[in-house]
């Protein structure tokens, strides 16, 4: 990875250790399967940032689930019923 510092601009402001420790902390913080787990405050970066990815990934598949459901849905009933408006007024 310190190739790829070297070769940043100057312009370019650099990230410190402490910054990346920081975010890899706050990352943790928003991953279940790591944070309820016993040793979680032990979890490595590299850990971390794989579950974050895992994470990130069941999220868009949920979204695009969810989704499909709600096309489904709203292919299933008629455009000006009650339940139509209050779908529409949900989204």
Do not use: W
């Amino acid at each position: 990875m310190s190739g790829r510092r070297s070769r940043q601009s100057s312009n370019t402001p650099r990230i410190t250790d402490d910054q990346i420790i920081d975010l890899v902390s706050k990352l943790h913080q928003f991953l279940p399967e790591i944070r309820n787990t016993r040793r979680s405050n032990k979890a490595s970066a590299n850990k971390v940032l794989q579950e974050t990815c895992n994470y990130i990934r069941n999220l868009h598949k949920e979204v695009d689930d969810l989704s499909e459901r709600l096309s489904q849905l709203l292919s299933s009933i008629d455009a000006d019923s009650p339940e139509a408006a209050i779908i529409r007024s949900l989204i």
